[in-house]
């Protein structure tokens, strides 16, 4: 599970939203890319993982790989209006690219308790980047 | 690239010449005062100079006066794509397709409605679904959400939201013909089903104003615009359904990009040749979300109407002036000079209002003297605009100019210098009613975070892309 909830950092985007978010291996770059990307809109401190979903993808490309998963969970934050603030990702290297398990945990939106500070549209390919520096590290623009 | 880079041209033209990248084909230009190029973000020129590197795109990549930063395209781009040779990029229209506004008038003066602000807004929120996870009273199915994204607005007429005439002053009649629904994904149908009539968040706002001046009376005439009359401002999206759309097909393009040797300086720009299969489905789904924008604007209106009535308990007319498209491709055809015929492209609006000038075709036929209105919203403690389309524009930007004032502060910076309740205050006095669902996202909003709408305006006016006609100022706003 995801308890390192640091690994993430905004930076200034004056329409959208913009941050890094590091970790020492795919899986947990990943989750923390997604705990950021919930982050950015609300205090997560108010949403409780009582509600769980299971996420599969594969990709071709790494950067691809990230896209779809911050894609998957905005698709259910949307369409299902479920706030999720606990990911389990587990990555698999395969012959076509890559495979991504996850376990992803949180709850229906309730706005008497879920203060958004705003909402994010989708990902975005402008200025993604996702590297291998001291474990992973990727940068993400979302749409807001 | 820095802002030294620039050529100035002319007092409102700047451009980014040709050889500022390897991949340019065309120049940049930029319509922005001295003042505004000084709030300009040096990456918003590094990404007109991207837009510049599109195949088959013609003239010049353009920006708007109140370009700034975006993600692929800056906001407030416009570029044309050559029909045949050029490509369609969905990081030109961006995730909220037609993504736009639109003007109601009404009968009632300022006087109807000063002191009861603050009870007609809780009205039109309690009518309005506005802000996150907020679900449409309507429910639609599967098969009625197809007949909706390939009908638009008509769509939302024919099922008792709104009146005939409300279609003629949409642009393209609120429904564009090529939408094709089995194109649409169950993800898209799934974000989709729930939110028509619905707001959304952010900058999104439905708003009740006045028009206290008027600059063109012969024009203003023609719109049936009249000093100190109350008119409502509506300005949404296509909401989820658009996102996902665009986020379908982003990615699809970015492996036809590939597949094409379409070389790009931004992987955002992502874009595939005109009449190949990803382009066409692109642009038919495309047509879908715009058509669900102009039904959710649509059914919006119809609830505006009942709100007004209920609350004034008579029949109040609210008579839609017009409804642009702020965020969308459409196929388009222009004569750019006097030596060349004319030509089919696909112009990319990106935070850019279509305002074609006098005497076009594909404006209603009350406004054929006077040119297409186009509607600049401000920010809720600032002026909103009504302008006219010109034949300038249309030799020049393609019939298009600006959509807003544009952000110069993150919704960060912001909510770390505004606090809800103090600018809800401070716009109190200023005789502005404010309700959000909560108070960050009236911080987020704060009129400091913005660009000073009548100086894009004016911009847009010296340099004659449009011409302003009237301007309204806000007396209560709904904010998602």
Redesign the interface.
């Given at each position: 599970m995801n308890l390192n909830k640091k690994d993430f950092e905004?930076i200034?985007?004056?329409?959208?939203?913009k941050f890094k978010a590091y970790g020492k291996n795919l899986n947990e770059v990943l989750e923390n890319a997604a705990y950021a990307t919930f982050r950015s809109?609300l205090d997560l401190s108010d949403v409780e993982p009582t509600l769980k979903k299971e996420i599969n993808l594969s990709s071709s490309e790494l950067?691809?790989l990230l896209?779809?998963w911050i894609?998957e969970l905005?698709?259910y934050f949307?369409?299902?209006?479920i706030v999720f603030k606990d990911f389990n990702a587990q990555v698999e290297k395969t012959k076509q690219g890559y495979e991504l398990f996850s376990k992803v945990y949180g709850e229906k939106?309730n706005?008497k308790k879920?203060?958004?500070?705003?909402?994010v549209?989708?990902?975005?390919?402008?200025?993604?980047e996702i590297e291998e520096k001291n474990g992973y590290q990727v940068q993400v623009?979302l749409?807001? | 690239m820095k802002k030294d880079n620039l050529e100035r041209k002319d007092e409102y033209i700047w451009e980014i010449p040709k050889e500022y990248k390897g991949c340019m084909s065309v120049p940049g230009r930029l319509y922005l005062s001295e003042k505004l190029v000084d709030v300009v973000?040096e990456d918003t020129y590094e990404q007109i100079a991207n837009v510049a590197c599109l195949p088959g795109i013609k003239n010049y990549s353009l920006a708007m006066p109140e370009a700034?930063?975006?993600?692929?395209f800056p906001?407030g781009g416009v570029a044309a794509l050559d029909r045949d040779e050029g490509v369609i990029s969905p990081?030109g229209v961006?995730?909220?397709i037609n993504c736009g506004v639109r003007l109601l008038k009404t009968n009632l003066k300022k006087e109807d409605v000063k002191g009861k602000e603050k009870e007609l807004i809780e009205n039109l929120f309690n009518k309005v679904p506005s802000?996150?996870?907020?679900?449409s009273k309507l429910n639609l199915s599967n098969s009625e959400l197809d007949i909706l994204v390939e009908n638009g607005a008509q769509w939302a007429v024919e099922n008792g939201y709104g009146k005939e005439s409300d279609i003629k002053f949409c642009e393209e009649n609120g429904k564009m013909q090529q939408a094709d629904s089995s194109l649409i994904s169950k993800?898209a149908k799934?974000?989709g089903k729930s939110q028509v009539g619905t707001l959304?968040?952010?900058n999104h706002f439905l708003e009740v104003q006045y028009i206290d001046e008027i600059f063109d009376e012969e024009a203003a005439k023609t719109f049936g615009l009249n000093e100190d009359y109350v008119t409502v401002m509506i300005h949404t999206g296509s909401r989820?359904f658009g996102?996902?759309v665009?986020?379908e097909h982003?990615?699809e393009m970015?492996k036809a990009a590939k597949k094409y040797g379409i070389d790009l300086p931004?992987?955002?720009l992502?874009c595939a040749p005109s009449g190949t299969k990803e382009a066409e489905d692109y642009f038919k789904a495309m047509c879908c979300a715009a058509n669900y924008a102009w039904a959710n604007r649509q059914v919006i209106t119809s609830w505006t109407r009942e709100a007004f009535h209920d609350f004034f308990d008579s029949e109040i007319k609210l008579d839609l002036v017009y409804d642009v498209a702020h965020n969308v491709a459409k196929e388009e055809t222009h004569k750019i000079n006097k030596k060349e015929s004319k030509k089919d492209y696909f112009v990319h609006r990106k935070g850019a209002t279509r305002a074609f000038g006098p005497g076009h075709s594909s404006i209603p036929k009350k406004y054929q003297k006077t040119g297409q209105p186009a509607l600049i919203p401000g920010n809720m403690g600032d002026s909103s605009f009504i302008v006219k389309g010109t034949e300038y524009a249309m030799e020049n930007t393609f019939g298009s100019t600006c959509h807003g004032a544009?952000?110069?502060?993150?919704?960060?910076?912001a909510?770390g210098k505004y606090w809800g309740g103090t600018v809800q205050k401070e716009l109190s006095e200023k005789g502005i009613y404010v309700k959000a669902?909560?108070g960050?996202?009236i911080a987020?909003e704060a009129p400091g975070a913005y660009k000073n709408p009548t100086e894009v305006v004016d911009v847009a006016h010296n340099a004659g892309i449009s011409e302003k006609v009237g301007r309204l100022q806000p007396m209560a706003v709904a904010k998602?």
């Open positions: 905004f200034e985007h004056t329409a959208d939203a809109m950067d691809e896209f779809n894609s905005i698709y949307d369409a299902e209006n939106i706005p879920h203060k958004f500070e705003t909402e549209k989708a990902i975005t390919y402008h200025d993604l623009v749409d807001t | 973000e700034h930063l975006g993600y692929g906001i990081g961006g995730f909220d802000g996150v996870g907020s679900e993800k799934g974000r959304g968040s952010g989820g996102h996902q665009c986020t982003v990615n970015e931004d992987k955002q992502a544009g952000r110069k502060m993150s919704r960060k910076k909510k669902t909560h960050s996202v987020e998602g």
